[in-house]
C-alpha cells in the first residue's frame, strides 16, 4: 500500500514513521518532506499522527494505561479506522485523545497482536517492505494510466494504476533479485538463471528465472491472482516451508504455471487453485505447428494435439472412446472454449476445466 491510502493509524503502524519522529535523522527528513511533497493532502494526517506519538512518548512515561482503558481505545481506534476519520488537532487538546495516543501506542508496543488476530494474520505490502533490512527503491503509481518501470537488470514490470513496488537499491548484487508488489503489474523479467527473480505480494512469492507474467494482489483483495504469458513460473505462499528450500537455487518448486494459466490464492483459505485463463491466446513460437483453421474427416484425436500445441495447454479425454471420430469444420476467429464446444457439439460430448486441464466426456461416435 502507498501512502496515497494511508489514514492516522497506518502512519502509526508504520516503523519508518515512528523511527523518523522519535529518532531523525538528516536522511529520514528528507524521505517525510519527499512524501509531503508528493502527497499534500496527508500533510494533516502526518502531522497529527506524529502529535500522537510525541505526546505518547510523554504520557507513557508517567502512567501506564489500564486494561479499561486499552479496552475503550480499542474500540475508538477500530471506530475510525471504520468511518476513515482523521484525529483534528481540536481532538488531540482533550485528555481523551491522550489517552487514545496512549492505548494506540501501547498496541504498537504490543506489537499489534490484537489487530494481528482480527486481520487473520494477512500480510500488506507494509508488513513486507518494512521487514527488508536494506534500502528500498519504490516506484508508485497514482496515476490513471499504466507507467513502465525499468528496473536495474533490464526486467521491465508495468504498472497498473494504483501499484507500487519496492526493490533494493542493491538490485544488481546478491543471489536473488527480489520486489515488492502492491497492485497489478506486468512483469517482463529478464533470463538469468544463476540470480532467480522473486516477486512478494502479500502471502505469496512467486519465483521465475526469465518470463512474462502479471501479478494482481491488493491489499484489500481477497485473492492473489499470478498468469503466465510467456515461460513458467513457480508460486508457493510464504509458508511453504519445501519452496522456501528451493529458493536459493535455479530450480522451480511449488505449484508451476505455463502460458495460458493462472493460479487463484484465497487468502482467507490459504488455498491455491489453478486454472486456466479466461482467453487462453495462441502461444508465439516457432517450432509449433500452425493452428488447424480448417479440415474435412480429421480425426479428433489429431485435432484436439494441435490444439494442445498451439494453446500449450492439456486436453483429457478417452482417446479410445472419442479419437477416432471424424470431423469436418471450419474456425475462424473463435476464442480456444468456442472452439473446444463446436468440437463436442459434433461429436456429442461435453467439455469442463479442471486443474487447469479441459476435460472431454462422451460416449464416442459408434455407440448404437
Same mark, same amino acid.
Given at each position: 500500500?502507498?501512502?496515497?491510502?494511508?489514514?492516522?493509524?497506518?502512519?502509526?503502524?508504520?516503523?519508518?514513521?515512528?523511527?523518523?519522529?522519535?529518532?531523525?535523522?538528516?536522511?529520514?527528513?528528507?524521505?517525510?518532506?519527499?512524501?509531503?511533497?508528493?502527497?499534500?493532502?496527508?500533510?494533516?494526517?502526518?502531522?497529527?499522527?506524529?502529535?500522537?506519538?510525541?505526546?505518547?512518548?510523554?504520557?507513557?512515561?508517567?502512567?501506564f494505561?489500564?486494561?479499561?482503558?486499552?479496552e475503550?481505545?480499542?474500540?475508538?481506534?477500530?471506530?475510525?479506522?471504520?468511518?476513515?476519520?482523521?484525529?483534528?488537532?481540536k481532538?488531540?487538546?482533550?485528555?481523551?485523545?491522550?489517552?487514545?495516543?496512549?492505548?494506540?501506542?501501547?498496541?504498537?508496543?504490543?506489537?499489534?497482536?490484537?489487530?494481528?488476530?482480527?486481520?487473520?494474520?494477512?500480510?500488506?505490502? /507494509?508488513?513486507?517492505i518494512? @521487514?527488508?533490512?536494506?534500502?528500498? =527503491?519504490? &516506484?508508485?503509481?497514482?496515476? #490513471?494510466?499504466? %507507467?513502465?518501470?525499468?528496473?536495474?537488470?533490464?526486467s521491465?514490470?508495468?504498472?497498473?494504476?494504483?501499484?507500487?513496488?519496492?526493490?533494493?537499491?542493491?538490485?544488481?548484487?546478491?543471489?536473488?533479485?527480489?520486489?515488492?508488489?502492491?497492485?497489478?503489474?506486468?512483469?517482463?523479467?529478464?533470463?538469468?538463471?544463476?540470480?532467480?527473480?522473486?516477486?512478494?505480494?502479500?502471502?505469496?512469492?512467486?519465483?521465475?528465472?526469465?518470463?512474462?507474467?502479471?501479478?494482481?494482489a491488493?491489499?484489500?483483495?481477497?485473492?492473489?491472482?499470478?498468469?503466465?504469458?510467456?515461460?513458467?513460473?513457480?508460486?508457493?505462499?510464504?509458508?511453504?516451508?519445501?519452496?522456501?528450500?528451493?529458493?536459493?537455487?535455479?530450480?522451480?518448486?511449488?505449484?508451476?504455471?505455463?502460458?495460458? /494459466?493462472?493460479?487463484?490464492? @484465497?487468502?482467507?483459505?490459504?488455498? =491455491?487453485? &489453478?486454472?486456466?485463463?479466461? #482467453?487462453?491466446? %495462441?502461444?508465439?513460437?516457432?517450432?509449433?505447428?500452425?493452428?488447424?483453421?480448417?479440415?474435412?474427416?480429421?480425426?479428433?484425436?489429431?485435432?484436439?494435439?494441435?490444439?494442445?500445441?498451439?494453446?500449450?495447454?492439456d486436453?483429457?479425454?478417452?482417446?479410445?472412446?472419442?479419437?477416432?471420430?471424424?470431423?469436418?469444420?471450419s474456425?475462424?476467429?473463435?476464442?480456444?472454449?468456442?472452439?473446444?464446444?463446436?468440437?463436442?457439439?459434433?461429436?456429442?460430448?461435453?467439455?469442463?476445466?479442471?486443474?487447469?486441464?479441459?476435460?472431454?466426456?462422451?460416449?464416442?461416435?459408434?455407440?448404437?
Amino acid at each position: 500500500m502507498s501512502y496515497y491510502y494511508y489514514e492516522v493509524t497506518d502512519f502509526l503502524e508504520d516503523n519508518k514513521f515512528r523511527k523518523w519522529v522519535y529518532e531523525p535523522t538528516p536522511e529520514s527528513d528528507s524521505f517525510w518532506q519527499d512524501v509531503l511533497v508528493r502527497f499534500p493532502e496527508k500533510s494533516e494526517m502526518i502531522s497529527n499522527a506524529r502529535s500522537i506519538l510525541l505526546e505518547l512518548q510523554k504520557d507513557l512515561q508517567t502512567d501506564f494505561p489500564s486494561d479499561e482503558k486499552v479496552e475503550n481505545i480499542l474500540s475508538a481506534i477500530h471506530e475510525l479506522k471504520n468511518n476513515k476519520t482523521s484525529f483534528s488537532s481540536k481532538i488531540l487538546s482533550h485528555w481523551l485523545a491522550i489517552s487514545v495516543v496512549s492505548a494506540a501506542m501501547l498496541i504498537l508496543l504490543l506489537g499489534w497482536l490484537i489487530k494481528s488476530g482480527q486481520d487473520d494474520g494477512l500480510i500488506t505490502y /507494509q508488513n513486507l517492505i518494512s @521487514s527488508v533490512s536494506t534500502p528500498l =527503491i519504490e &516506484k508508485i503509481n497514482n496515476s #490513471s494510466n499504466s %507507467i513502465t518501470v525499468r528496473l536495474p537488470d533490464s526486467s521491465t514490470v508495468v504498472l497498473r494504476p494504483h501499484t507500487s513496488i519496492s526493490y533494493n537499491e542493491d538490485f544488481e548484487k546478491g543471489k536473488k533479485r527480489e520486489v515488492y508488489l502492491s497492485g497489478e503489474a506486468f512483469f517482463n523479467v529478464t533470463k538469468n538463471p544463476d540470480r532467480p527473480f522473486f516477486v512478494y505480494a502479500n502471502e505469496l512469492i512467486t519465483k521465475v528465472l526469465g518470463t512474462s507474467f502479471i501479478v494482481k494482489a491488493f491489499d484489500c483483495d481477497k485473492e492473489v491472482e499470478v498468469t503466465v504469458k510467456t515461460g513458467k513460473v513457480s508460486v508457493f505462499t510464504r509458508t511453504d516451508e519445501s519452496a522456501k528450500l528451493n529458493q536459493s537455487n535455479s530450480e522451480l518448486g511449488g505449484v508451476i504455471i505455463t502460458p495460458n /494459466q493462472k493460479i487463484l490464492f @484465497s487468502r482467507n483459505e490459504v488455498r =491455491i487453485k &489453478k486454472s486456466l485463463v479466461e #482467453s487462453p491466446e %495462441i502461444i508465439a513460437s516457432a517450432v509449433l505447428p500452425a493452428p488447424m483453421l480448417k479440415f474435412q474427416d480429421i480425426s479428433v484425436s489429431q485435432i484436439f494435439d494441435n490444439l494442445e500445441q498451439t494453446y500449450g495447454i492439456d486436453i483429457v479425454y478417452d482417446e479410445e472412446l472419442l479419437g477416432s471420430c471424424l470431423l469436418t469444420a471450419s474456425f475462424s476467429n473463435e476464442n480456444l472454449y468456442d472452439k473446444i464446444d463446436l468440437i463436442c457439439k459434433g461429436i456429442e460430448a461435453t467439455f469442463e476445466v479442471v486443474d487447469a486441464r479441459v476435460v472431454i466426456s462422451g460416449r464416442g461416435c459408434h455407440q448404437e
